[in-house]
Nanobody, 117 residues
Framework: EVQLVESGGGLVQPGGSLTLSCAAS????????MSWVRQAPGKGPEWVST????????SYTDSVKGRFTISRDNAKNTLYLQMNALKPEDTAVYYC??????????WGQGTQVTVSS
């Protein structure tokens, strides 16, 4: 079965950094697009970033450009999100997303990121 497990969230001060990880299993990780999506308290989900199967192309929502970097290690079936210069508005639950060949979506349980002084 498809499994996605996020980790790396926590409490950080404004301006700080965190790296999130998503461990994937149950599908051919190296063949699919992977994304990060976040949901702030009381808000709907917001797409953050997507990376293509070979890691060559990545895209970001405007609010995180220049601060966040998405990457993947296909040999380890792992997706990453390096987050720098964090702001309070980055506070959210961050979810890992996989889209298979039939464009079905799979989600992890999420990891909480809280940016506060």
């Amino acid at each position: 079965e498809v499994q996605l497990v996020e980790s790396g969230g926590g409490l950080v001060q404004p301006g700080g950094s965190l790296t999130l990880s998503c461990a994937a299993s149950g599908f051919t990780f190296g063949s699919v697009d992977m994304s990060w999506v976040r949901q702030a308290p009381g808000k709907g989900p917001e797409w953050v970033s997507t990376i293509k199967p070979d890691g060559g192309d990545a895209s970001y929502t405007d609010s995180v450009k220049g601060r966040f970097t998405i990457s993947r290690d296909n040999a380890k079936n792992t997706l990453y999100l390096q987050m720098n210069a964090l702001k309070p508005e980055d506070t959210a639950v961050y979810y890992c997303n996989a889209k298979d060949s039939l464009r079905r979506d799979y989600w992890g349980q999420g990891t909480q990121v809280t940016v506060s002084s």
